[in-house]
């Protein structure tokens, strides 16, 4: 399955993605976690994201493609993936369609993961990561309204809705049989 995960930051997309994953038998794809790595590697591309993550602003589209695309171009992914945090533009979301379109392949669908905002802050203030401080969470919520947000209705009935509020393996279950698995 090829799927895409969206959702605010805080939503627990990354823990629900790593359990879909392991049923689904398809990578986790988290563009986070690929530019978290490529930081504590010390990689080029590590020092060129940092400053952007560290002040909850996006990366630059054309950097984050370029790495989404050789991670889509490796062995595992061939036969579907969970796309974590890309697409994060209509912008980045019209990258990845052409790029899927060379390849005569398309997404199965876009899980939404749905949670009021007072969660989300909470939820992010208790995983203590570096770019969790108050000011950057800020900052995160209102590039996801501006930039992330309007996806949803870019993908149209392509969303799959799932309510991310609840238990870990409750909200789980939800995804599981919204996939009709
Ligand atoms: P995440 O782990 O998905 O919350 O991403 C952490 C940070 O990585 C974001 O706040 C952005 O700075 C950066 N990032 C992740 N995915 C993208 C993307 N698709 N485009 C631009 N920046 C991204």
Same mark, same amino acid.
């Given at each position: 399955?090829?799927?895409?995960?969206?959702?605010?930051?805080?939503? !627990?997309?990354?823990?629900?993605?790593?359990?879909? &994953?392991? #049923?689904?038998?398809?990578? =986790?794809?988290?563009?986070?976690?690929?530019? *978290?790595?490529?930081?504590?590697? /010390?990689?080029?591309? /590590?020092?060129?994201?940092?400053?952007?993550?560290?002040? !909850? #602003?996006?990366?630059?589209?054309?950097?984050?493609? *370029?790495?989404? #695309?050789?991670?889509?171009?490796?062995?595992?992914?061939? @036969?579907?993936?969970?796309?974590?945090?890309?697409?994060?533009?209509?912008?980045?979301?019209?990258?990845?369609?052409? =790029?899927?379109?060379?390849? &005569?392949?398309?997404?199965? /669908?876009?899980?939404?993961?749905?949670?009021? @905002?007072?969660?989300?802050?909470?939820?992010?203030?208790?995983?203590?990561?570096?770019?969790?401080?108050?000011?950057?969470?800020?900052?995160?919520?209102?590039?996801? =309204?501006?930039?992330?947000?309007?996806?949803?209705? =870019?993908?149209?009935?392509?969303?799959?809705?799932?309510?991310?509020? !609840?238990?870990?393996?409750?909200?789980?279950? *939800?995804?599981?049989?919204?996939?009709? #698995?």
């Amino acid at each position: 399955m090829r799927l895409v995960l969206l959702g605010p930051p805080g939503a !627990g997309k990354g823990t629900q993605a790593a359990l879909l &994953s392991e #049923k689904l038998g398809v990578p =986790h794809i988290s563009t986070g976690d690929l530019f *978290r790595a490529n930081i504590g590697e /010390g990689t080029p591309l /590590g020092v060129e994201a940092k400053s952007y993550i560290d002040a !909850g #602003k996006l990366v630059p589209t054309d950097v984050t493609a *370029r790495m989404v #695309k050789s991670r889509l171009a490796e062995n595992d992914a061939q @036969e579907g993936f969970l796309l974590d945090g890309f697409p994060r533009t209509v912008e980045q979301a019209e990258i990845l369609a052409d =790029h899927l379109t060379e390849q &005569s392949l398309e997404l199965d /669908g876009v899980l939404n993961f749905r949670i009021a @905002e007072d969660v989300v802050v909470e939820r992010m203030l208790a995983r203590g990561r570096a770019d969790d401080n108050e000011e950057t969470i800020r900052t995160r919520l209102s590039v996801y =309204h501006d930039e992330t947000a309007p996806l949803i209705e =870019h993908y149209g009935d392509r969303i799959i809705p799932i309510d991310a509020e !609840g238990e870990v393996d409750e909200i789980n279950a *939800r995804a599981m049989s919204a996939l009709g #698995k």
